[in-house]
């Protein structure tokens, strides 16, 4: 008589259920912590100065503790004493060179920012002397006759045209440094340039109802300083054509 073994299979689903549940519960009796909270029981605190353009900054830092300090100095690298160190302007920058009309003087770095506006803008001597010479290029004209063409045209000689540094808009100076520009539908157009940020002494900045379509991300310093600002019915359209310092003047633009 054959005997028949009788083998006890043993199921595995128990087992895999009691792995998912400890699983599960691991899971859940884990605290998810966050490591950039610096009130975190578990993370050491470091209060120091939290800002790298401080002299004192400290890297290990992680509660501002009000002790930064600062380079007070000349930020405009156009001045003779420009000194690269500083993080704040102290109104100490003295001009390399100036000019000297009227028996006035005025500060280079200043005229020219004026002159890179006037280039841009397509107002001084380069441009309309470009325009005669296009006249005087076409066949069987001379420069009598190109004369002619551009006075009909605009009204004027290419001298009369020319717009230079101390006559774009109406300028208060003051110890050699452009404090007020106003520069009011003055054909002003394009782009507000990086050397803009050199007109470090400027408080008042009227410059409303051109054709300016962009600013410098580098001028915030200026603009922060000024005491009256301007730049409404222009056609700064665009949220990438102007730095967030400006934002707040952005109104009445021209974006049709």
């Not at 100095?73 to 001045?79: L, P, S």
């Not at 157009?189 to 400027?202: M, N, R, T, W």
């Amino acid at each position: 008589m054959t005997k028949m073994r009788h083998i006890n299979k043993v199921s595995t689903l128990p087992i895999i259920y009691t792995l998912i549940g400890l699983f599960l519960f691991g899971s859940a009796c884990t605290v998810k912590r966050d490591w950039n909270n610096p009130f975190d029981p578990e993370k050491s605190i470091h209060p120091g100065c939290v800002d790298p353009n401080a002299i004192n900054f400290d890297p290990d830092a992680n509660i501002d503790d009000g002790s930064c300090e600062y380079v007070w100095g000349c930020t405009d690298e156009f001045a003779a004493n420009y000194d690269p160190n500083a993080f704040y302007d102290d109104g100490s920058c003295i001009c390399e060179s100036y000019l000297v009309s009227d028996g006035n003087s005025y500060c280079q770095s200043d005229l020219d920012v004026l002159q890179n506006i006037i280039d841009i803008s397509d107002l001084g001597e380069d441009y309309w002397w470009g325009v005669y010479s296009e006249y005087l290029s076409l066949p069987l004209v001379d420069s009598t006759i190109a004369f002619i063409l551009f006075q009909a045209q605009y009204g004027g000689s290419p001298e009369d045209k020319m717009i230079t540094p101390l006559i774009l808009g109406s300028q208060l100076w003051e110890n050699s440094r452009l404090v007020e520009w106003d520069c009011i539908s003055c054909s002003l157009k394009g782009v507000i340039p990086d050397s803009f940020q050199h007109l470090v002494e400027l408080k008042k900045l009227l410059i409303s109802d051109n054709n300016i379509n962009y600013l410098s991300w580098d001028i915030c310093d200026v603009i922060l300083n000024l005491d009256e600002f301007d730049i409404s019915g222009n056609e700064i359209c665009e949220e990438d054509s102007y730095p967030e310092c400006v934002g707040p003047f952005i109104i009445d633009q021209n974006c049709e």
